[in-house]
């Protein structure tokens, strides 16, 4: 049996975006030679989100506004968490509703993927180096 | 090691539907001859979902009522998505509150699960036809 | 390759409570003896979540008034699931948005974790024993 570790590092410069890390995946893949196995892909932070779904711009769009619905960023009061000297309480939920990790199965040697799935990172309290991990496990 | 891979395939004939596919999952973890180890369980799809939840009705209802509050489908016009021409913007965002996949233990040849655990597939963009992947790692 | 199981028991004396499983889950690491792998650590019932986010009790607070706002516990008619007897049609829906299980890298023998990540078994229908699963594969 062979596992594979990786770091990668993004510094999104706005407080949110969305990052489609899908090539960067498949070349730890390569990197792992790893054929048949499990992918587990994670955010390292508590305010960012690791996730699958469309490379599709106005559904990104739609992402932002959704989730400043559910948890907006404002009025900072709103969170307990925000009197610790944070302002990012809102990040911690928008990422509990994206998820902080996908599982992905590999098959001879690629992500087993349908049609449209893509791997993003999603930011909620940017403008800083955050890691999200990459660990493969298989044969 | 011992790696096993099968796609199941569905087609809800309305837009919305859950489906219990438990027994199917069984099957594929019979065939593995897998007995310790782990399964994933995902869509393949991006407006629909593999989760893991009671077989209640009523609570498939209320699981319908409130996604349909969190993220209605109508206005269609609500979704920047839907100008590509879909209808499904609704649906990109309800299989994100549901999840993608789910990660189930294999121990001494059985789903490791708690006395109400059940899995769904869960249709957001129905009436065509539509894959859910199985892949079972273990020994 | 080695593979290792345990069920760990916790009884939340409210309705609703957060409570940190990390270092149960670093102890069952330690016995399991495996250095390389993923480890998976699930509810074992519908009601309840484990999830990963920050030891803070402000944000907890947070979770706890969120929680409420999208799938308030009354009234108790407002759920069909209810109907059953049940009164915890809202603690299927808060699972829901906080996750069932999470999938954790192990390397060096050591839970993989960004600096800030702690392991959370969330409660939605207390008052009753209830079980956690750890899973871990690897070498």
Redesign the interface.
């Known amino acids: 049996?062979k596992?594979y570790?990786k770091e990668l590092w993004f510094e999104v410069p706005s407080r949110r975006g969305f990052v489609n890390i899908t090539s960067q995946i498949e070349t730890c893949l390569e990197e792992s030679g790893i054929l048949?196995?499990?992918l587990?892909c994670?955010?390292?932070?508590?305010t960012s989100s690791v996730?699958?779904?469309?490379d599709?711009?106005?559904?990104h769009?739609?992402?932002e506004r959704?989730l400043e619905q559910?948890?907006p960023h404002e009025p900072l009061a709103l969170?307990?968490?925000?009197?610790?000297g944070e302002d990012n309480?809102d990040g911690?939920?928008k990422?509990?509703?994206?998820?902080?990790?996908?599982?992905?199965?590999i098959?001879g040697g690629q992500l087993?993927?349908?049609?449209?799935?893509q791997v993003f990172y999603g930011e909620f309290d940017g403008r800083r180096r955050k890691?999200v991990?990459v660990?493969i496990?298989?044969?």
Chains 1, 2, 3 share one sequence.
């Open positions: 049996m596992s570790r048949e196995g499990l587990l994670n955010s390292m932070h508590i996730f699958i779904n469309d599709e711009r106005g559904l769009q739609d992402f959704w559910l948890a969170y307990r968490h925000n009197r610790t309480g911690h939920l990422r509990t509703i994206m998820g902080r990790e996908v599982v992905v199965a098959s087993d993927f349908g049609p449209w799935e890691r991990l660990k496990l298989g044969v």
